[in-house]
């Protein structure tokens, strides 16, 4: 047990088995020698931020003995397994300053102009809908698609969140269009929802589809390529292991919640 004082003593022995006397009894600290473990990071010093394709965390370090903390993701609601859900090794820190560390692709930027629906005209507003002062509102009665001409590369995977503001019936697709229709689950209900569209010959536009039924408001939208280097999008949960000189781990915090778009 690290820090429990042991007595050790030893003797030689010959091939023979002639045995000399013991040697003069030796006390030891198991530990004593090794670097001080680390303390447990504070959780009101760890700030999770997420956004198009990464998460970022800033972190203070205040223990002089942390050098390095290890850095985990696990999808919220899902059991956190330290051996699939570590973000490659150790990353090294400075004890007495705040550190950014960065999950995934941090380079990402939406296409979409007018995102959060401020403007009128940006949108192309088909039947039943309109666009302006911070949403896209749909009445029920006839299908209809709000859309945004962009340009896109066949093959590449594009990424679109979009947020349900209100919503008493129906749904909404993500679609890309202007060639062979792509399209993503339909979603309904209140809140985020994901999905990633491959772009397809002559596909120019995105848009959301809603059913003849869909009475809701869209609040907000993103829309980007997606990289090999972005993250999974949705709800996600960090954890962080401070690392010592010696690699010994101290206590886990977290888990800390982010949403990745």
């Keep these: 047990t ?11 022995v ?25 303390a447990a990071l504070d959780p009101e010093g760890i700030v999770a931020s997420g956004g198009l394709g990464h998460a970022t965390l800033a972190v203070a370090v205040s ?82 698609v709000i859309s945004q001409e962009l340009t896109l590369s066949p093959g590449s995977t594009y990424r679109i969140a979009f947020q349900i503001g209100s919503a008493t019936a129906g749904t909404l697709t993500p679609e890309l269009a202007g060639g062979s229709l792509q399209q993503g689950a339909a979603a309904s209900g209140t809140g985020w929802h994901f999905a990633e569209l491959v772009a397809a010959p002559g596909n120019d536009r995105v848009r959301l589809a809603a059913s003849a039924g869909f009475d809701g408001t869209v609040t907000a939208a993103v829309f980007y390529l997606r990289t090999a280097a972005c993250t999974p999008a949705g709800p996600a949960e960090y954890r962080l292991v401070p690392r010592n000189v010696d690699n010994a781990s101290g206590p886990t915090a977290g888990p800390i919640s982010t949403l990745i778009f």
């Design 14 to 38: 010959a091939f023979d088995g002639d045995q000399s006397p013991y040697n003069t009894t030796l006390t030891h600290v198991i530990g004593a020698s090794a670097a001080p473990v680390p």
């Design 63 to 144: 223990d002089p003995a942390t050098v390095a903390v290890q850095l985990y993701r696990t999808a919220a609601g899902a059991a956190f397994d330290p051996e699939t859900d570590a973000l490659g090794p150790p990353r090294a820190v400075t004890p007495g300053a705040t550190v950014t560390l960065v999950d995934g692709d941090a380079t990402r930027m939406s296409l979409l102009a007018d995102g959060g629906f401020d403007e009128f005209g940006i949108w192309t507003a088909g039947s039943g809908w309109t666009v302006g002062g911070g949403q896209a509102s749909h009445t029920p009665g006839s299908a209809g």
């Design 2 to 12: 690290l820090g429990q004082e042991v007595q050790l003593r030893a003797k030689a």
